[in-house]
């Protein structure tokens, strides 16, 4: 089952930040919070990674409280390209040696003009 | 392209066929995921490879699928006696040997069983 629990969907206008929360009431101290993006009829894809405080990558920021039980996906002046399915998943970097990703059913997020 | 690829993209195909889909990874990835998607749900982990060895299987992975990755390249997924309840999108993913958590996705194979 998925760890973490985020809004099914969402709906923006071109050129606002939009914000994405997920929670992750139960996260383990080797769990990292990992965001992917899915466009339809693909796969999907790595936005952003992060363990606590606040990461920033081209595409995006992720804020991680102190206490890391949830994180907040930032998304500066979204476009309509940005809609898409986001999922937030967390897990221990070296289970088994490896990452078996457990995603949740993800945030729609709908990005009109 | 350097990115993972999937063969067929699409496949229909009737209740009680056999099929078998195709993953390329990256070329130095060593590492071959398989996840299985429905519509409106994520991705759901079915199996994994560490070059050539299956390292784990789902419990998702019933005794109709069998996954092979057989020189630790390229990784074939087949369903016998396929049923209604397999249509979905099959996606493969590869990740490198050490440092990355970023699971690289192919486009998927969607399966029609009819």
């Known amino acids: 089952l998925a760890k973490t629990t985020q809004p099914i969907s969402m709906d923006s206008y071109e050129g606002q930040e939009v914000n994405i929360t997920c929670s992750h009431n139960n996260i383990a101290t080797n769990d990292y919070i990992t965001w992917y993006q899915q466009f339809p009829s693909q796969g999907p894809r790595f936005i952003i990674q992060?363990?606590?405080t606040k990461v920033t990558n081209e595409v995006a920021s992720l804020f991680i409280p102190a206490d890391r039980k949830s994180s907040t996906l930032s998304l500066p002046r979204v476009s309509l390209s940005d809609t898409a399915v986001y999922y937030c998943l967390v897990g221990d970097d070296y289970s088994g040696g490896y990452n078996k990703l457990i995603f949740g059913a993800g945030t729609r997020l709908a990005v009109h003009p | 392209d350097t990115g993972v690829s999937q063969d067929p993209r699409h496949k229909i195909t009737k209740r009680g066929q056999n099929v078998t889909f195709r993953c390329d990874p990256i070329?130095?990835?060593?590492?071959l995921y398989w996840y299985r998607q429905t519509l409106g749900q994520g991705p759901e982990f079915l199996t994994y490879?560490?070059?050539?060895?299956?390292?784990?299987k789902s419990r998702l992975l019933s005794d109709r699928f069998s996954a092979e990755r057989p020189k630790g390249s390229f990784s074939t997924l087949e369903i016998q006696r396929t049923e209604q309840g397999d249509s979905a999108m099959y996606l493969c993913a590869s990740s490198p040997p050490t440092g990355e958590h970023e699971q690289y996705f192919g486009p998927g194979t969607r399966l029609t069983v009819t």
């Open positions: 992060g363990y606590k």
């Open positions: 490879f560490q070059n050539e060895a299956q390292l784990e």
């Open positions: 070329s130095e990835h060593n590492r």
